[in-house]
């Protein structure tokens, strides 16, 4: 019997001439970009000059001379080990909370707890001995992270309480929950994020300023709770009807029954959805660039009109992309050992 790819790839003419297609078009197309991209490529030069005077292929010397302005803004040089710190406590607690064999739930907790008040105290400082570090020196890929982060983690508790308000017998709940669902998911992020940073300061008091981070994470946290809000109802109907009832009988309050017996299993079928929001959350960041955040695309763009590294859009936009994709790997790979870990067997009893 053939290998089901095989069959899927040439189990018919017509997939077979798609795939035959496919194979001719990488074979034009991938000898070429090798060439720029590696082959003819130039690694050291101290400006576009000295490329065009090695080659012709890509030039990585700009990536090379930019790279820490990319992964850290203009945060203080002296005090980047910091970001450093915080991105190693968040690895190995991310890492603990993923493939941890006993206590993960307790890892879980850390990740949720520990990690704003371990990173925070590290990133913004004037404590302990820190140097206060303004949140506008955060740039770069530095600030996609925080952003993310920050905003995933208040999304999570928002939405579950606006998907528990949507399904509220009481009808001022439940109309408000479903006025501000609708709205969040009725706007284009772009619109609100304008609103937040450009339009809202106008109409502030006198003396009043809202720091630029704050107010993005504020939008991003509320924009996504809608969705998240969609995907835990989902989960919460997709629970079997006969286990809170059973919960109910066998004597417990209906707020334990919601949260003991009915959110975890929800939170379990929530998962992919929740996985999927946070890939596009990560992604919806470098929105905040178009709005005077300089995040990873926003050095990037700054970067291109140094006039030492004038046109080199292709390089700089080809390095964004390579680290927005293996970041968005990493998190769907996380999620699928989180799909693993928490996965119900067919007739299974586990809670």
Known sequence: MRHPLVRALFGTKLNAAIT????????????????WAIGTAVWNAPNRAGCEAADTGACWAFIRARLALFFYGIYPVDQRWRVDAGLVVLVVIGTGALFARRHRGLWLLALAVLIPVIDGILLVGGIFGLELVPTGQWGGLMLNVVISFVALG??????????????????????????????WRGVPLLAVLFMGLILLPLFLPNGVNIDNLVRALVVLTLFTSAYMAEIVRGGLQGVQSGQPEAALALGMHTAQVQLLVVLPQALRLSIPG???????????TTLVSIVGLFDLMGVVNQSLKDTAWTGLAAEGYTFAALVFFFACLIISLGGSVLERHFAIAPGSTKH
Not at 20 to 35: I, T
Not at 274 to 284: E, H, P, S, T, Y
């Open 20 to 35: 035959l297609l496919m194979l001719a078009a990488f074979a034009l197309v991938l000898p070429p970009l090798f060439r």
């Open 154 to 183: 208040g999304s999570i508790p928002l939405g579950i309480a606006l998907a528990f308000g949507r399904r509220s017998k009481y009808p001022v709940i439940r109309y408000g929950s479903i006025a501000m669902i609708e709205f």
């Open 274 to 284: 929740f996985i999927n929001i946070a890939v596009d959350l990560f992604k919806d």
